[in-house]
């Protein structure tokens, strides 16, 4: 007990020493927590980003179709199969839909382009590309042949709300289909690729100037969400068992995409090894610096019969104090700057980078709470080299050191 009231007045004596490592601890785990939340935030969002704009949960697909992508690879007996896979228990939206590659031309120019064929009220239930719309509307009224393109593709083709552009594609019996459709609406996300090379029509208009009906893809999204797809899928296994069928989750069809949530992080833990490192040595250092001032104090107290135990113990606890009130100090900031960002988002430049949005929303992460235990065990390891200096001081040599 006296020790501990002893290495909590030893933090207060050099406030200014005691104040500097503090802040640094502090803002160092700031520096770190808030870090882990702006890379947790961005990849976060970059996949929920993906997942409601084109790929959803799940995908049915006939096997081949995603090497092919040839128009003959459509689902067949399509509607039995929606049927099941919209009554799965953990089905929340489905969505039939047809997938064709084909060249959108205007005037001035053409761009090759993935057309997204579907019927909007159940697309809605899977992705949210209306909530992208930066003008116009999103399949309104009853007009044929509208279609949604993204802002690149609209640049590109030097179109705007209500202009013709004429899609191209191989029809179903190898014939070419041209059909000229009216831009309905236009979308902006934080791709500029998937914005210049993806479009959306209505599958009903497709089959008309098709003259059949046939889809390639159903989506859905699952009511465990889009971290957890693997029941949804194991579920639709079980219940179609035609062999013909690819079931995949998103994690499956785009594992680059998984990929990149999992490097995340390990970039994360990488700058937080860092930066522990730092403050490691900084913590070394400044509690070097002070077993060295204070040699004379300490060769007092074993010389009055205080043993090199409490002594240890003395400097090692005066280490976890500093490192507490720092770590309380850098969390509550953390949590602070995280809420309040998280809400309001922080924008860090004028328009997208490389597909990541300019607005990052930062997570909390997961190792919230490990993380200050780290911060705490590397103070512990920091303080132990000063501390068994200390315990080495001879006592008859430390009461004449003079400093």
């Known amino acids: 007990m006296m020790i501990t009231k002893i290495s909590w007045r030893n933090v207060w004596r050099n406030k200014m020493r005691s104040g500097i490592l503090i802040a640094s601890i502090a803002i160092g785990l700031l520096g770190g927590i808030f870090t882990m939340a702006l890379i947790t935030g961005m990849m976060e969002s970059k996949v929920q980003e993906s997942l409601i704009t084109d790929l959803a949960h799940v995908q049915i697909h006939k096997t081949g179709f ?31 839909r047809v997938i064709i590659n084909g060249m959108a031309s ?29 003008e116009g509307d999103y399949f309104k009224g009853k007009r ?3 279609i949604v393109i993204g802002q690149s593709l609209a640049k590109k ?25 009216r831009v309905a609406g236009i979308f902006a996300t934080s791709s500029p690729d998937f914005d210049k090379t993806v479009a959306f029509t209505q599958s009903k ?3 008309r100037n098709a003259g059949q009906k046939f889809i ?23 219940e ?28 994360s833990y990488i700058i937080l090894g ?20 204070r040699s004379r104090e300490l060769g007092v107290l074993m010389a009055v019969g205080l043993n090199r135990t409490k002594v240890f113990t003395m400097i090692v606890l005066e280490t976890i104090y500093i490192s507490l009130i720092g770590g309380v100090i850098g969390a509550g900031l953390s949590i602070g700057l995280i809420t309040y960002y998280g809400e309001h988002g922080l924008k860090y430049s004028e328009s997208s980078i490389a597909g990541f949005s300019n607005v990052v929303y930062p997570l909390m992460p997961d190792s919230f709470i490990p993380l200050f235990f780290m911060i705490l065990v590397t103070a512990i390891v920091s303080a132990l080299p000063p501390a068994f200096r200390a315990i080495r001081l001879n006592p008859a040599e430390a009461v004449r050191y003079k400093g």
Request: aromatic share 6%; glycine share 6%; with cysteine.
């Open 157 to 181: 083709l030097k179109v705007k709300i209500r202009s013709k552009i004429v899609i191209a594609y191989m029809g179903p019996n190898n014939e070419m289909v041209n059909t000229a459709y």
């Open 66 to 96: 995603e090497v092919n992508n040839s128009f003959k690879d459509s689902i067949p007996n399509y509607q039995a199969i929606v049927k099941i896979a919209e009554k799965d228990s953990l089905t929340k939206g489905c969505s039939p």
């Open 106 to 134: 205007s005037a001035n120019d053409s761009q090759g382009i993935k057309i997204i064929g579907m019927d909007p009220n159940k697309e809605k239930d899977v992705t949210e590309i209306q909530s992208f719309l930066i």
């Open 144 to 146: 044929k042949n509208q």
């Open 240 to 267: 179609i068992t035609k062999k013909d069928l690819n079931i995949q989750t998103w994690r499956e069809i785009m594992p680059e995409l998984s990929a990149l949530a999992e490097t995340g992080n390990t970039n």
């Open 274 to 293: 860092i930066i522990l490192f730092a403050l490691g040595f900084g913590i070394l250092n400044s509690m070097t610096m002070a077993i060295w001032e």
């Open 216 to 238: 390639h893809e159903i989506a859905m999204t699952s009511i465990e969400g889009g971290s957890n797809p693997n029941g949804l899928r194991d579920h639709l296994k079980s």
């Open 205 to 207: 208009d497709m089959w």
